[in-house]
């Protein structure tokens, strides 16, 4: 089935709550995996609250690559399990019965297959947690020639799917021509300011109810 909109934005590791209501704005969100992985971005890391109160962070651990590493090509050293169990031993992560909390901690403590695939399984407990749509692809997938870049490459992800819209947050505002879409048939459309907390949305799974985070995301997209 051909997408009517697209969503478009890197994997990031645990994000805020912001970043999911992409998933309720489109009926296709596409992991954005063939770009340069920005190493002081939020793909690989977040900050939690340690036991103390304290925020501190939680780093992936990741084989050393090249600056020009896409974020798909990242990969996990050999000890990244017992270096992420000990990383996690200062963030109080016990979940209560019954809460369905329990498969996103188990996502967090299981490091399988690459960076990439762990945080998209991260992203899928977290999304089927708040009752969200789970319609997913990897530009990876496209094929877009790597010389294609920036806006050009957003709007080539978005013709190759087939879509009419791309939908994105309300920071983007300050990324993208609208002429440019317009003239290449796209409607651009972006989320209202987001008003929540912008830390990590497992902070927030911790210690907030599943509805006030489902209501949250399922706002209307302007």
Known sequence: MTPTMVAIMQ?????????????????????YDCV????????????????????????????????????RDLRF?????????????????DAKDGDGI??????????????LDYIERLLERTVAYCGLPWNVV?????????????????????RRLGARSYVNASGGRNLYDPRAFADAGIELRFLPDYAGPHVSILTRILHEDRSVLTREMLLPHG
Do not use: C, M
Not at 13 to 28: H, Q
Not at 144 to 157: A, H
């Open 138 to 158: 990897r530009s990876s997938s496209l094929n877009v020639p790597p010389e294609v870049r920036g806006q050009d490459r957003i709007l080539e992800v978005v």
């Open 11 to 31: 994997p990031y590791f645990l994000p805020y709550a912001g970043y999911f209501r992409l998933f309720a704005a489109s009926d296709l969100f596409v992991i």
């Open 77 to 93: 050293p050999a000890n990244a399990g017992q270096v992420l169990a000990d990383r996690l031993r200062q963030f109080p992560l």
């Open 102 to 115: 329990e498969p996103i901690l188990s996502a967090l403590r299981e490091v399988e297959g690459s960076p």
């Open 36 to 71: 340069r992985f920005p190493r002081r971005g939020w793909v690989h890391r977040n900050r939690l609250h340690a036991a103390s109160g304290e925020e501190r962070w939680l780093t992936l651990p990741l084989e050393k690559g090249s600056r020009n590493t896409l974020i």
